[in-house]
C-alpha cells in the first residue's frame, strides 16, 4: 500500500501519519520509502526523533510522539526539513500540528482488526 500511495507523491512534501499505538505508521512509512527508491532499513526514529534515508531526494523520517512541545520540533532544528527539498514523513503528526505546511498530505490509519487497515490519505492546502 506504501508504494502505491508513493507513487502518487512527489517532493517537495509533508507527510504526517495519523495512528494509534501500533497501528502501523512505521510499517506504511517502509512502504512509502520503497516507492521513493529507498531500498535500506527502515525502522521507528523513537529513540532518535529522526532518521535521514538517502533516495533520490532525502527522505526524512520523524517521530514527534516523545516531544514534550511543538517548540522541541524547532529548538532541535527539525523546522528546516518540512520547508526543505525532500520529503518529510511525521509518525504523531498531532503533536507538532500547528508547525505543518499549510500544504501537506494526511494520511490516517485506523486499525479495523489485528490484520487490516484503513487507511486514508488527504491532500491539505490545495
Excluded: N
Aim: a negative charge.
Amino acid at each position: 500500500m506504501g508504494r502505491e500511495i508513493a507513487s502518487r507523491i512527489t517532493a517537495p512534501v509533508v507527510v504526517a501519519l495519523y495512528a494509534p499505538l501500533g497501528g502501523g505508521k512505521t510499517t506504511l512509512t517502509r512502504g512509502l520509502a520503497r516507492g521513493w527508491g529507498y531500498d535500506g532499513l527502515v525502522t521507528s526514529p523513537s529513540y532518535t526523533l529522526a532518521t535521514v534515508y538517502e533516495a533520490e531526494v532525502p527522505i526524512y523520517h520523524i517521530d514527534a510522539y516523545r516531544l514534550a512541545s511543538e517548540e522541541d520540533l524547532i529548538y532541535l532544528g527539525l523546522e528546516d526539513i518540512l520547508y526543505g527539498d525532500g520529503i518529510a514523513v511525521i509518525e504523531w503528526a498531532e503533536k507538532v500540528k500547528a508547525l505543518l505546511p499549510e500544504r501537506h498530505v494526511s494520511i490516517t490509519i485506523e486499525v479495523v482488526d489485528a490484520s487490516r487497515r484503513k487507511i486514508t490519505v488527504q491532500e491539505e492546502g490545495r
